[in-house]
């Protein structure tokens, strides 16, 4: 049986923190330089939701596997883990200790890599491509790194062809990319994969009964220190919000054909058309 671990983070909506933005609502915290997320619904990062989608393909395509989805902290993770349930992963791992609180990237690695390890390993490692809130992307190759297995970045395609012989499809910047990796190995997905599938009603009822396994830093045989907030090899200096101005400009006519033709000229003028 291939045993599946899909790397899932929670992020905040990002179609609310543009409409904050705009608002001039959105507020960042001092002392933390993070957004606050007051009044902001949080959940899955849409690139691990396609991760997920990547490992439910594979079981469609009649691999059998055991798919376990793992993630780090968060403010309401029974949300992703319930999505998670519902779409059809088998188990789910809460990785939450104080000394998490806050961590990097690389933090965040060394977290997911001690918890895969304790686990018993796994053949192969999804994750998204990028988190969509400060779209770094570097924690699955460094879980990769410090694993000591492959890593191929953005997949838009996976597959088993043999025993222990993955075909990732890369989507690059002329075109895609085909390649094979040995097994284990850490697959990031990008959204040139599609549109991941929704739940159904029945399912994502049955998955309210279903938990995740809490695991903390000493549960996994981790050193807290490596991973304190104090112990940081990036620290975020600064974040500010950009500033955001609009103009507004009404064109009237006798008719709709000459507001049309108002229009067109106004992009044209702007080398929009």
Do not use: W
């Not at 570097?138 to 410090?146: D, I, Q, W």
């Not at 850490?186 to 040139?192: F, K, R």
């Amino acid at each position: 049986m291939v045993k599946i671990a899909v790397l899932a983070k929670e992020v905040p909506d990002s179609d609310i923190v543009d409409a904050f933005a705009f608002a001039g609502r959105l507020q960042i915290d001092p002392a933390t330089k993070t957004i606050r997320r007051e009044n902001i619904a949080v959940g899955m990062n849409s690139y691990d939701a396609q991760a997920v989608e990547a490992a439910m393909r594979l079981r469609d395509a009649g691999v059998d596997c055991t798919i376990q989805v793992l993630s780090v902290g968060g403010i309401a993770p029974q949300a992703l883990f319930q999505r998670s349930f519902a779409l059809g992963a088998d188990e789910g791992y809460h990785l939450v200790d104080n000394s998490f609180a806050g961590v990097d990237s690389m933090g965040c690695a060394h977290i997911l890599a001690a918890a895969i390890r304790h686990l018993g390993g796994a053949d192969l490692i999804l994750c998204g491509r990028q988190g969509t809130d400060y779209d770094q992307g570097v924690v699955g190759p460094t879980v990769a790194a410090l694993l000591d297995i492959p890593c191929v970045s953005i997949a838009k395609d996976v597959r088993l062809v043999s025993p222990g012989i993955a075909r990732v499809v890369r989507a690059i910047p002329d075109g895609e990319e085909t390649v094979d990796v040995e097994l284990p190995a850490v697959v990031t997905i990008s959204n040139e994969l599609g549109v991941p599938r929704y739940p159904t009603a029945m399912a994502a009822f049955a998955a309210r009964r279903k938990k995740p396994v809490t695991l903390s830093a000493a549960d996994i045989g981790l050193d807290a220190a490596r991973v304190a907030l104090s112990g940081e090899r990036v620290r975020r200096v600064e974040i500010d919000i950009p500033k955001r101005e609009g103009t507004c400009q009404f064109l009237e006519g006798n008719s709709a054909s000459d507001v049309a033709a108002k229009l067109a000229q106004a992009l044209s003028k702007e080398s929009v058309i």
